[in-house]
């Protein structure tokens, strides 16, 4: 039996923030336009994704001696380019035609005033048409797209998420001084900041915890916090509710763990159901990867019609790699990015033996 439950928007500015101080005082609002996304009923039958998605485009990366990418930490697919970001093996950046034509890599990591230890996160603006890179958690360095250094910043605080949108730069910062989430204008100064960071820090980091949305936003989601958050991108001082989602009775959230120590926190996590790992939206739908104790799900919300449905990920096939199940955790906007292993695509795809390269291939899909 199929289940679903239906949206209820709720609108209205909610509540005023405490202030926030650096050099001066900061205002921040929270507001709530919420979406109600149920996760209460998991089916336990198999799907197959292209109920769901179809696909529309399978990309390959070109392969030469400066474009072979060790692992995919964040993909960009933005004014017709695909970028990557590899801080595990290659710490650079590398920046691919929509076709998958190679053009350049871009960041070097060492001990030189413009080279970094750590890379930890890549944003895009296409109307400079610069790479800005966040490095070293305090360290700004912006790059034309062909690899040469044109901006370079300081962060006020320790940072480990970065996106640019318009004017404005959104961090996620672990710093206990600061804020879990801050937004700075073009020259660094804070504009705004929500969710005060202590020294009793709960959880751990999210892959993808910033993001740019359809709707012209940033999203924002934290460890064992039920909610999507969407930040201002215009004022730059507020922050709402996008979706709500309903874990049902035997949740797990920061209310939950309150007053846990991290051992106490792991077993409820191991019998609770929540912690959403990935969030990725189109202009249509938007899913989450969550657990219901330690086995992961996905969720599927069509924004269209408010309605949602959840499934075990060891359930779902797809047509074109078989039934090995890669999540959704990019998207341009139009359509969701699936990054998937070139030989794994050969050989389920094609069923037969052949040659494949080492770079991945990029998938999109849409319904």
Not at 116 to 128: G, K, M, R
């Amino acid at each position: 039996m199929i289940h679903f439950k239906n949206a209820s928007i709720l609108s209205g500015i909610i509540l005023l923030l405490c202030c926030y101080s650096c050099t001066r005082n900061y205002s921040t609002m929270i507001g709530l336009q919420e979406h109600s996304w149920d996760c209460t009923y998991i089916k336990d039958n198999k799907l197959n994704l292209d109920q769901f998605l179809k696909i529309q485009n399978i990309t390959g990366l070109e392969e030469c001696n400066s474009s072979m990418i060790g692992a995919v930490n964040k993909l960009i697919h933005e004014d017709s380019l695909f970028i990557i970001m590899d801080n595990d093996l290659a710490k650079k950046i590398f920046v691919f035609g929509s076709d998958g034509k190679f053009i350049s890599n871009i960041g070097s990591s060492g001990s030189g005033p413009d080279d970094f230890i750590q890379l930890n996160d890549v944003s895009y603006d296409p109307s400079e048409k610069i790479l800005y890179l966040l490095c070293n958690y305090n360290k700004i360095l912006g790059y034309d797209l062909n690899g040469r250094l044109q901006k370079k910043m300081e962060t006020p605080f320790r940072m480990i998420n970065m996106e640019i949108y318009g004017d404005k730069f959104f961090f996620v910062s672990e710093d206990p001084a600061a804020y879990e989430a801050i937004v700075c204008d073009r020259q660094l100064n804070i504009l705004s900041a929500f969710f005060p960071n202590n020294t009793k820090k709960i959880g751990h980091r999210l892959v993808h915890a910033l993001q740019k949305t359809p709707d012209e936003g940033v999203s924002f989601y934290r460890y064992l916090d039920n909610n999507i958050y969407n930040l201002s991108t215009s004022r730059g001082d507020s922050i709402e509710v996008k979706y709500a989602i309903d874990f049902g009775v035997n949740k797990i959230d920061r209310t939950t763990i309150e007053g846990l120590d991290e051992k106490s926190i792991k077993a409820e996590k191991a019998s609770k159901r929540g912690h959403i790992k990935y969030f990725a939206e189109t202009n249509d739908f938007a899913t989450i990867v969550f657990f219901d104790g330690n086995t992961p799900c996905i969720s599927f919300y069509n924004r269209n019609t408010d309605e949602s449905q959840s499934f075990f990920i060891q359930n779902i096939s797809e047509d074109f790699v078989g039934t090995i199940y890669s999540p959704l955790e990019y998207s341009n906007g139009n359509k969701f990015l699936q990054v998937v292993d070139d030989c794994t695509y050969s050989e389920y795809r094609n069923n037969k033996s052949v040659e494949c390269g080492d770079n991945p291939l990029i998938i999109s899909l849409d319904k």
